[in-house]
């Protein structure tokens, strides 16, 4: 109550951030005119003015009123666009580094340019993320006019790009791209070998355009670079065999739709063991035996594959491969793939070609990504309702920024039916009305077999209209630009209108480039351009008289964000527009999140077939529903962040590490100290502190000293001189591994050896790394069985990935020492040189955000190792065990597979 009063005397924190912005206005408007008598040139000569004035100690802040007014003028000259007041007040609020909440059709592509022409003053660089190739190119392509009348470069990341060509990009004033390529780029530069291989520059300032999107939905998972494991294609179709036989009796199985998990029952397994033995797969043991814990994994994944996953809902089959399809935005996602043998599952499911599943290289999440920036903003059409997540995630603030014409949309309260087919009949009856007055209609759907059950419904009444979903997502701008125009029809998923609006009436150029066959850029294309706009002009006449764009949404869904984004496609710029969404108890929301008791209440309320129940009530009932949804969804995400921050931690000091050795002139220095690390580590173990002579392992210690150092040296001779002790063994060890060192690198030369060593030491820093990732994949996976034991599986986590860690440091020192003390470089051989990632492949994460996540599985060929032949200690053959000695279990088998010992001939 007492908040309420003080929000009616004060104002909201909202509204009195707003007025503190608002203030600034008209010191930029008054200096407008000054600026409009500006030449060209002189209007451009302002950019080095401003770079001048920050040189000698002016901050952003500043300069901001001039640069705005610069940035405004500029727009009005190459682009024929003029930036509103309220535009003004979006720009200060992204230079802030806030999310500037804006409605669709308000400009954000526009309002952008203010705080990136600002920031890029600083010569840091400004990113700009959009959610597709298609945006970055775009908007690179169409503010890039304003960016470079003003004197600034301006670069677009998109995919199939070469290195250089990305690396000019990044280094431009300003460069355009998607979330998903500034992520991998980051990934692929820190698996580079050269510091002048990498692309990206240092971080300093992104805005994130449909930050939601960006930072929420897809930031459920990490992106992750992959390299290819065993082929495992029959054993998936084999499985899936058995998983189809089962799925045919609801009782082999129990599904809770609300947490999207599945799990076979008793009788389920029964069945399962029972085929399985009947196809030899189960050799011996239980089900649940240990040695059978990787066809229960196989087992469990085509069980979701089947009972979880649908076709055209989840994903689709195109081009003999199945395509994910974003539950958020309703776009295929070509390319990527969903991790831990789901997507070898749907495929089997499918009958496609099963391909192989992929092991981590490199992994990050966008939350980590975009927390790498000292200065992030975002902007979109929907934020308020996530509010808490981007400023607990992200110490983000969400600026609600009003309307540049107050909008008159109409929003109905939504109508509920008892059945789909009733819904979807009243749904039909209302487009042919709004058709008949000349009303344009947008219909969102949820899932793309939606969209074409409904289509064939119209079709089947005679109504003529266009389809967009991931089917069609290549006509997506050609089919927007038609959807304003009289009686039109539009059927569309989630991702409707995303980047470009509904304008009333139609998009002119798009149709005047449709309607065009030659160039669209003479004289006859701008006669043509002028003929369309006039007849777009009445139509839009026409469309204002019959009421506007009409919103009908047909099922509502799990987050309010993306309803509100299918109803802010009507109503733009003050435009009349309307909105009404549809349900009926049969859709999922209403059947799995809904009260128990709507049902009984409208069958108490004497609800008849046909009639549908419009209350208030409802309405509040479904978001709270919907709340409830989006509590549990955030909570999953911050879940995954806290174990993701743990890596976070490790990933950074590696990389850091990792630029300090490329950034080095040598790496002797590092080398001598992990072969000094290495030997006290052998003695150590050998020589245990306070141990008597006779409890020394010195056999031992000349096996790890022969294996690691290749060297054959009489330290059991040693141990029996009177006196000797622990460091005396330590320091003549070392003295021995320094000669041989010295000697090596007089051969080989001093120069050579030093680029030998900087080589190998990254070769095996990414090695250890990749096998660290595959072990914290592997912990993650069963840490959560920790609770049982009373115990918080977070800080367990931290426990044993700090260990982990730890021993991947260790295994580094052991790995490095034992290459260089024991390499010979081949005659003539070209020094080592690791082949580029080639990208063929991406990962996705389930729906459930439990896996890890998107993936672009790289050609990753080690040239290293193959340029390079560990020399053998004396007498040892590969093809007779016998001669082995004692080798260690991280070294490379003596038998030449060129896998670890300890996964070839030293497995069990």
Aim: charged share 30%; proline share 4%.
């Amino acid at each position: 109550m007492f908040a309420r009063l003080a929000r009616m005397v004060f104002g909201s924190s909202n509204d009195r951030a707003l007025k503190r912005y608002q203030a600034r206005v008209p010191a930029i408007n008054a200096m407008e005119p000054g600026m409009a008598a500006l030449s060209d040139d002189a209007l451009r000569g302002k950019t080095d003015e401003f770079k001048e004035r920050l040189a000698k100690g002016e901050t952003l802040d500043d300069i901001l009123n001039e640069a705005f007014a610069v940035c405004r003028e500029a727009a009005k000259r190459s682009l024929g666009m003029r930036h509103f007041d309220v535009q003004m007040i979006g720009g200060m609020v992204l230079h802030d580094g806030k999310i500037a909440e804006m409605k669709t059709g308000e400009g954000k592509t526009l309002v952008a340019t203010l705080p990136v022409y600002l920031n890029a003053l600083s010569g840091k660089g400004v990113h700009v993320v959009t959610v597709n190739d298609y945006l970055a190119s775009r908007d690179a392509d169409w503010m890039g006019k304003l960016y470079n009348f003003l004197g600034l470069s301006v670069g677009k990341i998109v995919y199939g790009l070469s290195d250089p060509e990305r690396r000019q990009s990044y280094h431009a004033d300003i460069t355009y791209g998607t979330n998903n390529e500034f992520g991998f780029d980051y990934l692929r530069d820190n698996m580079k070998y050269r510091l002048e291989d990498m692309v990206q520059r240092d971080f300093a300032y992104a805005i994130v355009d449909e930050v939601d999107s960006i930072l929420i939905d897809e930031a459920r998972t990490p992106l992750i670079i992959s390299g290819p494991t065993d082929d495992l294609s029959d054993l998936y179709n084999r499985v899936d065999i058995v998983v189809k036989e089962v799925v045919k009796d609801p009782s082999n199985f129990e599904k809770d739709e609300k947490m999207k998990t599945v799990s076979l029952t008793e009788a389920g397994t029964q069945v399962v063991a029972d085929a399985m033995t009947a196809a030899g797969m189960l050799e011996e043991g239980d089900l649940y035996d240990f040695q059978n814990v990787t066809l229960v994994h196989h087992v469990n994944q085509s069980l979701r594959a089947h009972t979880l996953f649908a076709r055209d809902v989840d994903y689709m089959v195109r081009g003999g491969k199945i395509v994910i399809i974003d539950e958020f935005t309703g776009r295929a996602m070509e390319g990527r793939r969903y991790s831990e043998g789901l997507h070898q599952a749907l495929e089997a499911k499918e009958h496609v070609e099963v391909q192989p599943e992929n092991q981590t290289l490199a992994s990050i999440t966008f939350q980590n990504y975009f927390r790498l920036f000292p200065k992030l903003a975002g902007m979109t059409g929907t934020a308020s309702t996530e509010a808490d997540e981007f400023a607990e995630i992200y110490k983000l603030e969400v600026m609600e920024i009003p309307t540049n014409v107050a909008v008159a949309r109409a929003d109905a309260d939504d109508e509920v039916y008892r059945s789909a087919a009733e819904k979807y009949e009243a749904v039909a009856n209302l487009i042919i009305e709004a058709r008949d007055r000349g009303q344009p209609c947008l219909v969102g759907t949820t899932s793309i077999e939606k969209s074409e059950h409904l289509s064939a419904a119209l079709k089947a009444k005679g109504i003529p209209h266009q389809v967009l979903n991931a089917r069609y997502h290549e006509q997506e701008a050609a089919i927007v630009a038609q959807a304003g125009r009289p009686g039109a029809i539009t059927i569309a998923t989630n991702m409707a209108g995303r980047g470009t609006d509904i304008k009333l009436g139609g998009n002119a150029e798009m149709l005047a480039r449709a309607s065009f066959a030659g160039e669209p850029d003479g004289p006859e294309f701008e006669a043509r351009l002028a003929e369309i706009r006039r007849e777009v002009e009445s139509n839009a006449e026409k469309v204002k008289q019959a009421g506007g764009l009409f919103v009908i949404g047909t099922e509502r869904h799990e987050s309010r964000r993306i309803d509100n984004q299918l109803r802010g496609r009507s109503g733009r710029q003050g435009d009349p527009g309307a909105s009404r969404f549809f349900l009926s108890l049969e859709d999922d929301l209403m059947r799995i999140f809904g009260s128990d008791r709507m049902g009984g209440l409208l069958e108490k309320l004497g609800l008849k077939e046909g009639e549908a129940i419009i209350h208030p009530w409802i309405n509040r009932a479904l978001e709270r529903a919907q709340k409830k949804v989006e509590a549990r969804n955030f909570d999953t995400r911050k879940n995954l962040l806290k174990y993701d921050d743990v890596m976070n931690d490790q990933r950074k000091e590696v990389y850091a590490q990792r630029r300090q050795l490329m950034a080095a002139a040598d790496v002797a220095e590092t080398v001598a100290e992990m072969r000094r690390e290495v030997i006290a580590d052998a003695v150590a173990r050998g020589i245990p502190e306070n141990a008597y002579p006779e409890q020394w392992d010195l056999e031992g210690l000349t096996n790890r000293v022969r294996e690691t150092l290749g060297l054959d040296l009489p330290i059991a001779e040693w141990g029996r001189e009177e006196g000797i002790d622990e460091e005396a063994v330590r320091e003549r060890i070392q003295a021995a591994a320094d000669q041989s060192y010295a000697a090596r690198s007089a051969n080989i030369g001093l120069e050579r050896m030093r680029e030998v060593e900087k080589s190998i030491v990254l070769m095996v820093f990414d090695k250890v790394w990749k096998d660290h990732l595959l072990s914290l994949d592997h912990l993650r996976q069963g840490i959560g069985l920790r609770a049982y034991g009373q115990r918080d599986p977070l800080n367990e986590y931290k426990s044993e990935a700090f260990n982990l860690f730890n021993n991947m440091l260790a295994e580094m020192r052991e790995e490095t020492t034992r290459w260089l003390m024991q390499v010979e470089l081949a005659p003539e051989a070209p020094l080592p040189s690791p082949e580029p990632v080639s990208f063929t492949d991406m990962r996705h994460p389930a729906p459930d955000g439990l896996d890890p996540g998107y993936d672009a599985a790289p050609s990753y060929g080690m040239a290293a190792t193959q340029e390079l032949t560990t020399r053998g200690v004396d007498g040892v053959d590969p093809n007779d065990p016998t001669t082995w000695h004692r080798t260690a279990r991280n070294a490379p088998c003596p038998c030449g597979s060129g896998k670890k010992y300890k996964h070839c001939h030293g497995r069990g």
